[in-house]
T-cell receptor, first 113, second 113 residues
Framework: DGGITQSPKYLFRKEGQNVTLSCEQN?????MYWYRQDPGQGLRLIYY???????QKGDIAEGYSVSREKKESFPLTVTSAQKNPTAFYLC????????????FGPGTRLTVL | GENVEQHPSTLSVQEGDSAVIKCTYS??????FPWYKQELGKRPQLIID???NVGEKKDQRIAVTLNKTAKHFSLHITETQPEDSAVYFC????????????WGAGTKLIIKP
């Protein structure tokens, strides 16, 4: 289903806990992205990576961290420093950079209890 | 930086009628303009895109027009069907945001039977 997977689909976290969202792709894409989507809003970029072992902050990186140790994997950690983490998180990948189709994963819905 | 505005936020049309969604952008150097469709609870998927060297692109019932002078582009859906009900997002490749997509806030399209 598009070659990009996210897990888990639903995630519940207690306040003060860190949690890691998984994103894997088998499309051989160089670039990967993490977006946050809140109800009735567009996509806001958290972090992106255009190559292994390199990543850049997006518009709302505070309280989040990422790693890109393998081309196929781009996990996102939501830390306790993120003040309002309840949201729908989408991972995406694209061939090359910039002006190419972004393929999205199915998303992870994170709820902080 | 690049700014993308999308209108309307909600659009309700009778089945069989046409729907038009418009996006404006600020950076005249932008050269890639995709449209994504997101059904309820699903991942966004690319439905059509256009590059700055053409003014119009059509794919069956869907078309996109680009006016570079006025810095706006529009999505046109003809002969709307119930399965067209979704949220539609425009995006612009931001030249001064390290070639990342800048997203509109989305338009919820409702097809009335």
């Amino acid at each position: 289903d598009g070659g990009i997977t996210q897990s888990p689909k639903y995630l519940f976290r207690k306040e003060g806990q860190n949690v890691t969202l998984s994103c894997e792709q088998n499309l051989n894409h160089d670039a990967m992205y993490w977006y946050r989507q809140d109800p009735g809003q567009g996509l806001r970029l958290i972090y992106y990576s255009q190559i292994v072992n390199d990543f850049q902050k997006g518009d709302i990186a505070e309280g989040y961290s990422v790693s890109r140790e393998k081309k196929e994997s781009f996990p996102l950690t939501v830390t306790s420093a993120q003040k309002n983490p309840t949201a729908f998180y989408l991972c995406a990948s694209t061939a090359g950079q910039g002006g190419n189709e972004q393929f999205f994963g199915p998303g992870t819905r994170l709820t902080v209890l | 930086g690049e700014n993308v505005e999308q209108h309307p936020s909600t659009l309700s049309v009778q089945e069989g009628d046409s729907a038009v969604i418009k996006c404006t952008y600020s950076d005249s150097a932008s050269n890639y303009f995709p449209w994504y469709k997101q059904e309820l609870g699903k991942r966004p998927q690319l439905i059509i895109d256009i590059r700055s060297n053409v003014g119009e692109k059509k794919d069956q019932r869907i078309a996109v027009t680009l006016n570079k002078t006025a810095k706006h582009f529009s999505l046109h859906i003809t002969e709307t069907q119930p399965e067209d009900s979704a949220v539609y997002f425009c995006a612009v490749l931001g030249m001064d945001s390290n070639y990342q997509l800048i997203w509109g806030a989305g338009t919820k399209l409702i097809i009335k039977p």
